[in-house]
């Protein structure tokens, strides 16, 4: 029994360094830890430096700053043919595997994306880049008098992965929502509203059966490449993003 009390001392010593230890070696916090310390912001509301339209080497006038929210001028939209600023690519750096997100907002019926992995030299971003589908599906549907299909719908990877509706949660036109995306060889997910909607591995067997039976099918570059620009659609809608950083995989 006169050893009793050592070894009570030894187990409280050794539990407390386990519990040490464990704690610093918790996923959450240290994936916490990474995402504050290895932000890159692509646009933080105050300069559109970097940014570019697609295939150009500078930015429409449309394209501009409002409330710290990137966005364009509606006037200059309706003087234009009623056509937006065009399809925008944040240039001064690609990206492989990355962890992206942004907030955004649409009238109602808008219709908009974000593209990523994305080249230029082609007809237009859909041609070449997989695209997180940013919709207002209910003003879309009662606008167009036309029912979506479910890869047609906000949160989905456009043409190839739909949505999952039971865990997707979209806020009304007009309200912003944010978007996620982490993209790594081994495995992709989509985030709307902080709720997965998508999940798949790229280049897969089931990616390729997809891609061949479906919109892409003959198109030949679409989704090929494993790093590219970031990108932001023009639909010829309103919309309005902010908050967009990235960080590295």
Not at 19 to 38: G, H, M, R
Not at 50 to 76: A, C, P, V
Not at 82 to 98: A, P, Q, S, V
């Amino acid at each position: 029994m006169k050893y009793l009390p050592l070894l009570i001392l030894l187990f409280t010593i050794l539990s407390c360094g386990q519990t040490k230890k464990n704690d610093l070696q918790n996923p959450d916090e240290l994936d916490e830890q990474v995402s504050k310390d290895n932000w890159i912001y692509l646009f933080d509301g105050s300069t559109l430096d970097g940014w570019r339209n697609y295939n150009s080497d500078k930015l429409s006038g449309q394209w501009m700053i409002e409330d710290g929210h990137l966005t364009f001028d509606t006037e200059k939209r309706l003087e234009v043919d009623k056509k937006g600023g065009g399809d925008l690519i944040y240039g001064d750096e690609e990206f492989d595997n990355f962890e992206l997100y942004l907030e955004w907002k649409l009238p109602k019926g808008g219709n908009s994306g974000i593209f990523y992995h994305l080249k230029e030299g082609y007809g237009g971003p859909p041609e070449v880049s997989p695209e997180y589908q940013l919709l207002d599906d209910d003003g879309w549907e009662e606008l167009n008098k036309a029912k979506l299909e479910d890869w047609q719908k906000a949160g989905a990877d456009y043409a190839m992965y739909a949505p999952d509706d039971e865990t997707k949660i979209l806020h009304p036109a007009g309200e912003w929502n944010s978007s996620r995306i982490i993209f790594t060889t081994d495995k992709v997910q989509y985030f709307l509203n902080g709720q997965q909607t998508v999940e798949f591995v790229p280049w897969s067997e089931d990616w390729n059966k997809r891609k061949a039976a479906g919109k892409w099918k003959n198109t030949e570059d679409y989704g090929k490449y494993k790093k590219g620009y970031i990108g932001l659609q023009d639909h010829d809608s309103p919309i309005w993003f902010r908050e967009i950083k990235i960080r590295k995989l």
